[in-house]
């Protein structure tokens, strides 16, 4: 099956700088990478996705890159607010019915 | 338009005890999945549906059983609990495998 992995574990970045989750994924089949914020208490949210025939995807401060060649994948959140503190999981799938998930990375911004 | 609803939020069992855990949509949504969270590991797949009396096994389905007897419910069931089985338990639907998934609220389940 797909193995995803997501670094850092844990972020702390000052409010207004910006923040870079990254992920690997190993199936090369692969083809849809959301990425879902997780806050305390709450089931996981979508925030972001990307499909694999585009590179590059922005909503406003987030945004998604894809590398399929070297099969991995990132969030950027640029001028990070406090509201952004969270966890945040990527996630790889195919056209099947699996859903595989990074380990999660906690985000805080300091105020 | 409630979404992704689990019953129950909390429950603690004992050794041994067995019990449901209810995820209920109004979307119609075909896709149906349970997962587990525990604390470095992320969310692991327990069991899916792909529709209305199907299911099949994901990552870790040792211990849980799931029923799909109506579209919009899936049931997760723990025959004999264990305190390995200690999670929060997450239950997701979508219309495709290739689209956004809901997630409900989760249900923190503690075996002691």
């Known amino acids: 099956g797909e193995n995803v992995e997501q670094h850092p574990s844990t972020l702390s970045v000052q409010e207004g700088d910006s923040a870079v989750i990254k992920c690997t994924y190993s199936?090369?089949?692969?083809?849809?990478f959301p990425w879902y914020k997780q806050e305390l208490g709450k089931g996981p949210q979508l925030i972001i996705d990307?499909?694999?025939?585009?590179g590059e995807k922005k909503d406003q401060r987030i945004a998604v890159t894809l590398n399929k060649t070297a099969k991995h994948f990132s969030l950027h959140i640029t001028e990070t607010q406090p509201e952004d503190s969270a966890v945040y999981f990527c996630?790889?799938?195919?056209?099947?019915?699996?859903?595989?998930f990074g380990t999660g990375t906690s985000l805080t911004v300091i105020p | 338009n409630a979404g992704v609803t689990q019953t129950p939020k909390f429950r603690v069992l004992k050794t041994g005890q067995s019990m449901t855990l209810l995820c209920a949509q109004d979307?119609?949504?075909?896709?149906m999945y349970w997962y587990r969270q525990d604390p470095g590991m992320g969310l692991r797949l327990i069991h899916y549906?792909?529709?209305?009396?199907?299911?099949a096994k994901g990552e870790v389905p040792d211990g849980y059983n799931v029923s799909r007897l109506k579209k919009q419910n899936f049931l997760l069931g723990l025959e004999s609990a264990a305190p390995s089985q200690t999670s929060v338990y997450f239950c997701?639907?979508?219309?495709?495998?290739?689209?956004?998934?809901?997630f409900g609220q989760g249900t923190r389940l503690t075996v002691v």
């Open positions: 199936d090369s089949a692969s083809n849809y």
């Open positions: 549906s792909v529709g209305e009396g199907t299911t």
């Open positions: 996630a790889a799938s195919r056209s099947g019915n699996q859903f595989y």
């Open positions: 979307m119609n949504h075909e896709y």
């Open positions: 990307i499909r694999s025939n585009v």
């Open positions: 997701a639907s979508r219309w495709t495998p290739n689209t956004e998934a809901f």
